[in-house]
């Protein structure tokens, strides 16, 4: 099923209100766009790039939650409900956004319902989303969680090389975190995926090779045993 997108679900004329209400501004890799710190509720929709949306946990563990790219709304929760934001969003690759103050953007929830409609169906399929990602890891063994947060990064940051494809802007202890599994596990598994010539030997921190994309998504499906 293809993702739902808010701005492709805009018309025309709700395209051009949102664009004279809102500023653009540009956030390199690596930058952070929204962070979990903040309560100044402003939401952007990404015009180009794509980032990272990860929760971080009072003990500093963080949960890959999803890849936001073009076309996508992102910081709506904060600007709906007040308060500090519940993800921490960062730039993967340069990332180019239409950025709306808070008021301005519940002014354009109230004078256009179409708008509140639209975000309705972004959520529902963001809901359903994080439901899937969470029943696949809840009841996995640690190389099931790692082999299937390596496919999702994979699909979703993925770059197709000479060699492979490769995902970077990540260390290995946000990895574990990610797969809620121990930093241990990772390289474990790391190495089986190694052998197996799934993976290539990471030459540099943050960054790992997949090198055989079908056989990850194999390994990704195999039942626990």
């Known amino acids: 099923m293809s993702p739902v997108r808010f701005w492709d679900l805009l018309s ?9 209400s809102s500023r653009s501004r540009q956030y390199p890799p690596g930058q952070r766009v929204f962070s979990e710190t903040e309560d100044d509720g402003c939401t952007a929709i ?17 949960t890959y ?9 992102i910081g ?8 500090r934001r519940s993800a921490t969003v960062t730039a993967v690759t340069l990332v180019v956004a239409q950025v709306l103050a808070r008021t301005t953007f519940q002014k354009l929830l109230g004078a256009h319902p179409a708008l ?3 975000l309705l169906a972004v959520m529902i399929e963001r809901l ?18 790692f082999s299937r947060v390596l496919l999702r990064l994979a699909l979703a940051e993925g770059v197709r090389t000479g060699r492979g494809v490769e995902l970077a802007g990540f260390t290995q202890l946000e990895l574990a975190g990610w797969c809620g599994i121990s930093r241990k596990s990772v390289e474990r598994h790391a190495r089986r995926l190694q052998e197996e010539g799934v993976l290539l030997p990471s030459r540099s921190r943050g960054r790992l090779v997949i090198t055989d994309l079908d056989a990850l998504r194999g390994s990704a499906r195999q039942e626990s045993s």
């Open 46 to 62: 990404i015009t180009s790039g794509k980032c990272r949306v990860v929760a971080y946990g009072e003990d500093g563990t963080g």
């Open 116 to 118: 509140t409609a639209h």
């Open 65 to 73: 939650l999803a890849l936001r790219q073009t076309g996508d709304i």
């Open 12 to 20: 025309d004329p709700e395209r051009a209100e949102l664009t004279r």
């Open 128 to 145: 359903r989303e994080s439901d899937q990602c969470q029943a696949d890891l809840a009841v996995a063994s640690t190389e099931l969680r």
């Open 76 to 83: 709506e929760m904060a600007a709906i409900r007040g308060g």
